[in-house]
Each structure stands twice: as structure tokens, then as C-alpha cells.
């Protein structure tokens, strides 16, 4: 039997049984009892509807989970990659084009295999829980422009990518530059031309916290383009704040609903976290390291294209490099599960320095904890997760561990 089509297998059933047993000792760590840290913030039955949302939001994964896989081998073991690559090779058009069509017709299955999930989580789940203020309109926009976005920015690029590996010599390492190139530039245009046409972002006209904000900022000399509200109560009511852009594009972004719930000094303590990940120059090391595993991906990528065992793993009739980007994809799947088990750590590392940060600089910690306990709240976040998920799959540490850090700080 081939090697590939067993190990591609084994890593597809193998990750679905670890991610589940993840999931279910997760649901296992659950206590019933409100952690005493959290009594001023939760009541008994908040802190209980927090639980009931996590296990339907896991329940509802674990099928979405296994459907996929499903569907997914099934689509392996018959042959289901060569049947679309048949059908688009009918078109006579050249191998970019051709491949722009296998991308294509391979989203789109997608796509029509995860809108129900989609749907169901929005209009079922997330409303049950009174989160979601999302519209069909709404709803159906947002597709329609992240399609266009799709063709119209993924396509050129695709087509870029697709002629450096068939066009150069050194491929893997023009397309890196080309990329890293590529994600700076979006870094500047997305706040400006991306980004508007999904939320509105306006300047913030509460005075009171603008001035404090600013008064923060010019305190640590940090330039900034603005500071937004963004109407993220279009879509949920959950909250969040971020940074966006880069030198002088730098702004300061406040979901409407964060402003609705939070005071004057909370918010200045979440901005503080936030700037406290520029002036770490954490955005700088997460993009170096991006921009270092981009590189060995594509030059591991290279090394693996046009593989003819890979390619009868997937009962291939022709070699493709378009088609290799694909099935590279399924193989590299444990390597990008342990680089991303490597972000998740660095990711945490900084969340605890930038909060750090914040208090040093705003002197006020229990704005900055009555700030967390409250998002965690509005977001109904797992207050006891299990150790181990958070170690594989949490970015940000769990609130009790950032409030126990703020504390010694």
C-alpha cells in the first residue's frame, strides 16, 4: 500500500481522535463551584450559563468535526482531487489557469460544506446564548464580499505563486520574498481599504475616554492615526479591542459593545495591553517568526512537489504543482500543529508581558482585572479550562492565570 496514503490517513484519523479527547477533558475539568476571584463580577447562574455554552459550542464542534473528517477520507479514497482535476483540464487552458480552477472548484465545496455549519452556529447557537445580532443581510454580504475578496485578491495572488514554482529556479525562495512582501503591504492597505467594507469604523467621540486615551499615548510617545470605534454590535454582542496598521497608520480600535460595558480607566487599561504588545515589539517578533516558518514551509513544499507516490496517494492521474500545494497541505498537518503549539506559547509569553505593561504604566491594576473579569463575562469565556488545552490551543492565557500574574506584578 502506499506510504503516503497511510500516513495522510493516519495523521487525518490520529489529529481527530486527539482533538476529541482534548475536547472531552476539557468538558471533564468543569467545576460547578464560581472561582472566589470571580464573585464581584459572576452570578451563580451566569458563571453555570458560561459552562452550558461551552459544552454546546464543543458539542457542536466534535460534529462538525467528524463530519469533515468524513468527508474528507471519503473524498480521498474515491478519488474525488482527480475528478476535479479531470474536469477543469477539459478547459485546454494553461496550467495557472487550470489551477485557479482546481482552487476554485476546491473552495467552493468547501464552502457549500460549511455555510450549514455556519448558519446553524450564527442563527441557532450563537442566538441562543443572545450573542448574535447578525441579519441575513448581513449575513449574506459579508459571503458575497469575502468571495469577491477571494477572486480578486486570492486569484492574482495564487496565479503569482502558481508561476514562480513553474517559471524559476530557487522557486520556494522568490515566493517567500513575494509574500513576505505581500503581508506587509496588507498590514498598511487592510485598516484602509479591507476592513471598511465589513464594519464601520468611526472616531471615537466619547470625550472623556479620548482625551484619556490620548493623554495615555502622547505619555508613552506613541503616534497614532486615530482612535475607532467599530460597530461590532452589527454581528454579536460579544467585545474586543486591537491595534491595527503600522507606523504612523497605527489606531486604536474599540468594539462599540467593549465601550458600552466597560469604564473610563478599564478601557485605558485594555488599550494599555495593547500598546503594550508595540512597544514589546511583539508584532515584530510574530512576524519574523511568520515570515521564518513561510520560508521553510515553501522550501519543505519544494522539496515534496510533483511527488508521484503523493501523487497515487491521492489517485492522481496527472502531476500538477497547483495539485501539490494541496495535498502538501494535508501531509504537513503535524509539523504545522507543533509550529503552531510553538506560537501558542510565545503568543501567552506576551499576553502576560503586555498586561505587564499596562499596569507598570496606567499604575492601576484593578481596572485591569475588573476589565478582564468583565470580558470574560460579556464573551462567556471558560474560566477553568484544562491544562493541557490551553498548553496545545489557548493564545492568551486563561483570565484566572492573568489576573494571578497582574497581581505580582
Not at 491595527?244 to 462599540?256: A, E, H, M, P, Y
Not at 485594555?270 to 500598546?275: I, R, S
Not at 512537489?305 to 501531509?331: D, H, R
Request: glycine residues 4%.
Amino acid at each position: 500500500m502506499n506510504i503516503y496514503f497511510i500516513i495522510i490517513l493516519s495523521v487525518i484519523i490520529l489529529g481527530y481522535v486527539f482533538d476529541t479527547l482534548i475536547e472531552l477533558l476539557n468538558l471533564n475539568h468543569l467545576t460547578e463551584t464560581l472561582p472566589k476571584e470571580f464573585e464581584d463580577t459572576y452570578d451563580q447562574e451566569t458563571y453555570l450559563k458560561s459552562q452550558r455554552y461551552l459544552k454546546d459550542q464543543t458539542r457542536f464542534s466534535l460534529i462538525k468535526d467528524t463530519i469533515s473528517v468524513c468527508v474528507i477520507i471519503l473524498f480521498i479514497v474515491y478519488g474525488g482531487f482527480n475528478s476535479i482535476d479531470i474536469w477543469v483540464r477539459q478547459f485546454n487552458q494553461n496550467s495557472i489557469i487550470t489551477g485557479l480552477y482546481f482552487f476554485g472548484v476546491l473552495g467552493l465545496l468547501s464552502q457549500i460544506m460549511s455555510i450549514p455549519f455556519s448558519i446553524y452556529n450564527t442563527f441557532i447557537l450563537e442566538k441562543k446564548y443572545a450573542f448574535n445580532t447578525t441579519t441575513i443581510k448581513t449575513y449574506l454580504l459579508d459571503l458575497v464580499k469575502a468571495n469577491m475578496l477571494l477572486i480578486v485578491i486570492g486569484g492574482p495572488l495564487s496565479a503569482a505563486i502558481l508561476w514562480f514554482f513553474e517559471e524559476t529556479s530557487l522557486a520556494w525562495m522568490w515566493c517567500w520574498l513575494f509574500m513576505v512582501v505581500v503581508q506587509i503591504v496588507f498590514i498598511y492597505l487592510a485598516p484602509i481599504l479591507i476592513m471598511p467594507l465589513f464594519n464601520k469604523f468611526s472616531p471615537l467621540e466619547d470625550a472623556e475616554l479620548k482625551q484619556t486615551i490620548l493623554d495615555y499615548t502622547q505619555s508613552q510617545e506613541f503616534a497614532l492615526k486615530g482612535i475607532f470605534t467599530m460597530d461590532g454590535s452589527k454581528r454579536s454582542k460579544k467585545s474586543n479591542a486591537f491595534f491595527t496598521g503600522l507606523g504612523q497608520s497605527r489606531r486604536i480600535v474599540l468594539f462599540d459593545t467593549l465601550i458600552e460595558n466597560h469604564t473610563t480607566q478599564e478601557l485605558l487599561g485594555v488599550v494599555a495591553h495593547e500598546m503594550g504588545h508595540y512597544k514589546k515589539k511583539h508584532i515584530t517578533k510574530h512576524m519574523i517568526v511568520s515570515v521564518v516558518t513561510l520560508g521553510m514551509t515553501l522550501f519543505i513544499f519544494s522539496i515534496f512537489m510533483n511527488n508521484p507516490l503523493l501523487f497515487e496517494a491521492f489517485k492522481m492521474t496527472n502531476l500538477s504543482i497547483y495539485s501539490s500545494f494541496v495535498f502538501f497541505g494535508l501531509l504537513y498537518a503535524p509539523i504545522e500543529m507543533i509550529l503552531g503549539i510553538f506560537s501558542n506559547v510565545m503568543s501567552r509569553k506576551h499576553e502576560y508581558e503586555a498586561d505587564a505593561y499596562a499596569v507598570n504604566t496606567t499604575k492601576d491594576p484593578e481596572s485591569m482585572i475588573q476589565a478582564l473579569k468583565k470580558l470574560s463575562k460579556d464573551n462567556l469565556s471558560n474560566l477553568t479550562p484544562h491544562p493541557l488545552k490551553v498548553f496545545l490551543e489557548y493564545s492568551h492565557p486563561p483570565v484566572m492565570s492573568r489576573i494571578n500574574a497582574i497581581r505580582r506584578t
